[in-house]
């Protein structure tokens, strides 16, 4: 086995620094000490050149970190730094390979639909310029650029809200069983990724861990109650209606951008939560990006099979075709799919924001 002692070096380098306090950090680089040594412990790539991807971060200076899948999230006390690593996971497991640019097209995605979408809902994006991050990150402007998103701190709900434009996935399963997506009846005799006659609003509870749920909408009103100490009935009509509500309209606005740009939306999830700040609900995390929504190539589009879609999907497919259980660990993905998954999530990107 061969192994690489650079990686050996630095994690073991990880562990030390992360307790070490933040002047620490960044006084070796201003007495002159290699810029580069400080930035390695900070920052763990993959590759190099155009095909470098960010597997994950340790920055200084926060109260708190947690990682996400694919997102690390630091808490600097009056915002936090939300930070798209290149990481990819399918099938609920993280893979080993990261995908170049997915981190930037993420979160750049994600920066350009809360612009446009703020006047129907407010979001918990504060600013994607390193120059309103904490001055403790200064140092690390350049890599932080394009990838991260300092936001207001939310209380997510548990349950994730998913609009559905075009039958797939787990609502063309439901469908074929019941006739009904999460408790939506639908016309008989519908096709694989058939458009709905309107979009439909549907839940998933958050699972910590395994699978998402489907679950009715007196149930997001019991969760949501349980979650936030109210009663059922202000749940109801405080939350899960307007929850609701501007769900819809964010679906119709992105689907109709989308067309413009000879995108269809079929399917996306946002999650909302409470600003204890500002005293309201603000739609939190990501939005209409490749990993939250299900675009597809109108050009393309032919109803009654599967659709080519404009994310994992690729990375899916590869791992049905080699028989992995969906046990972790995940297998190594070979480089062609790497590069074709980067390129797609570029593309995405390139022609949503053309
Ligand atoms: N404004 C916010 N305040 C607090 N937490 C947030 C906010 N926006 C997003 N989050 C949380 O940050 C995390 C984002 O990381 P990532 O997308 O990698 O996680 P994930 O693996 O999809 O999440 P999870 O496993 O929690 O569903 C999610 O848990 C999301 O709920
Ligand atoms: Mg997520």
Request: aromatic letters at 10%; proline letters at 5%; hydrophobic letters at 40%.
């Amino acid at each position: 086995m061969r192994v690489d002692l650079r990686r050996v070096r630095l994690s073991f380098c990880f562990i030390r620094i992360s307790h070490l306090p933040r002047s620490l950090l960044v006084a070796p680089c201003r007495i002159g000490k290699e810029e580069s040594e400080v930035m390695d412990l900070v920052f763990i790539f993959q590759g190099v050149g155009r095909n470098r991807a960010l597997m994950s971060t340790d920055l200084p200076g926060a109260i708190s970190r947690r990682s996400g899948k694919v997102r690390d999230i630091y808490d600097y006390g009056d915002g936090l730094l939300v930070v798209a690593t290149d990481r990819i996971s399918a099938f609920d497991s993280i893979m080993p390979n990261g995908i170049p640019d997915k981190g930037r097209v993420l979160n750049t995605l994600s920066a350009w639909w809360f612009e446009q979408t703020s006047y129907i809902t407010e979001n918990h994006m504060i600013s994607v310029n390193p120059k309103d991050f904490p001055a403790v990150l200064r140092l690390y402007d350049d890599v932080l650029d394009g990838r991260a998103m300092w936001v207001r701190r939310a209380e997510v709900v548990q349950v994730e809200c998913v609009v559905r434009g075009y039958l797939a996935g787990s609502g063309w399963k439901a469908y074929q069983q019941t006739g009904e997506v999460c408790g939506h009846k639908l016309p008989a005799g519908l096709h694989l990724a058939d458009k709905l006659p309107e979009p439909i609003f549907t839940l998933a509870t958050k699972a910590a861990s395994g699978h998402d749920e489907n679950i009715s909408f007196d149930k997001m009103a019991e969760v949501i109650a349980r979650q936030m100490g109210v009663s059922a009935q202000f749940a109801m009509t405080k939350i899960c209606e307007p929850i609701r509500d501007k769900s819809l309209q964010l679906f119709n606005f992105a689907s109709a951008r989308a067309a413009e740009k000879g995108f269809l939306l079929c399917d996306t999830k946002f999650e909302f939560g409470w600003s204890k700040k500002t005293d309201q609900f603000v739609l939190a995390d990501e939005i209409f990006t490749p990993d939250s929504s299900r675009w597809w190539d109108a050009a393309k589009y032919e109803p009654g099979k599967q659709q080519e879609s404009f994310d994992k999907q690729y990375v899916r497919n590869y791992l049905e075709s080699i028989g992995w259980n969906k046990e972790p660990p995940a297998p190594e993905l070979p480089p062609n799919v790497v590069a074709e998954t980067s390129r797609i999530y570029r593309e995405a990107l390139r022609r949503l924001t053309a």
